[in-house]
């Protein structure tokens, strides 16, 4: 019945080991998404707000293929004029 990633972690301890989930974090987004039928980039660590996934490997964003494109600031990235 858990459907994120701190849920199954709280659940089965998965994810806190000495890696802490650096190996078994893709297996279980794929596990998640195979059980719940849920799109892995829907997969969130908490809940709403907190999904993992942006794209899939090999498709691109707008700001990756123009490279003069604005970033969206909901990519972590700090603006050009606020850049030293």
Excluded: N, W
């Excluded at 989930?21 to 297996?27: A, D, L």
């Amino acid at each position: 019945g858990h459907d994120t990633l701190d849920g199954v972690k709280f659940y089965t301890r998965a994810q806190m080991g000495r890696c802490q989930g650096g190996f078994c974090t893709y297996r279980i987004l794929q596990i998640i998404a195979r059980e719940t039928g849920k799109d892995m980039l829907e997969i969130s660590k908490r809940g709403a707000g907190s999904e993992l996934l942006k794209f899939r490997v090999g498709e691109r964003s707008a700001f990756e293929t123009d490279p003069h494109a604005e970033i969206p600031a909901s990519a972590g990235e700090v603006s050009r004029e606020a850049r030293p």
